[in-house]
């Protein structure tokens, strides 16, 4: 099992920024690829970007320049840069672990609540 702890999340007005954190832990070592999700109110959930351990990353294309994935291994803790934010970015943004680059895999965090003000 894996339990991922999300982090960062707020309030911030429209052209601010944040950054969110996901700590990882448990049987991590299974463990190649992470990613951050999204869900806004009366939305689907939907990818925000992927990264791997070695460090590819991809992104969905409406975030791609605004938000930066990134993770530091030695922590087990995986990190989304968030700039320019608009208030569509609005939404609960989630930790995911396990899968490939291109497929979000079995095990997620409990969310952490970004709202957008404009």
């Known amino acids: 099992q894996v339990q991922l702890v999300e982090s960062g999340g707020g309030l911030v007005q429209s052209g601010g920024s944040l950054r969110l954190s996901c700590a990882a832990s448990g049987s991590i070592y299974s463990i190649y690829v992470m990613g951050w999700y999204r869900q806004a109110p009366g939305k689907q959930r939907e990818l925000v970007a992927r990264i791997t351990k070695s460090g590819v990353t991809y992104y969905a294309g409406s975030v791609r320049g605004r938000l930066i994935i990134s993770s530091d291994n030695a922590k087990n803790t995986m990190y989304l840069q968030m700039s320019g934010l608009k208030p569509e970015d609005t939404a609960v943004y989630y930790c995911?672990?396990?899968?490939?680059?291109?497929?979000?895999?079995?095990?997620w965090g409990q969310g952490t609540q970004v709202t957008v003000s404009s």
């Open positions: 995911n672990a396990g899968g490939t680059l291109f497929q979000e895999g079995d095990y």
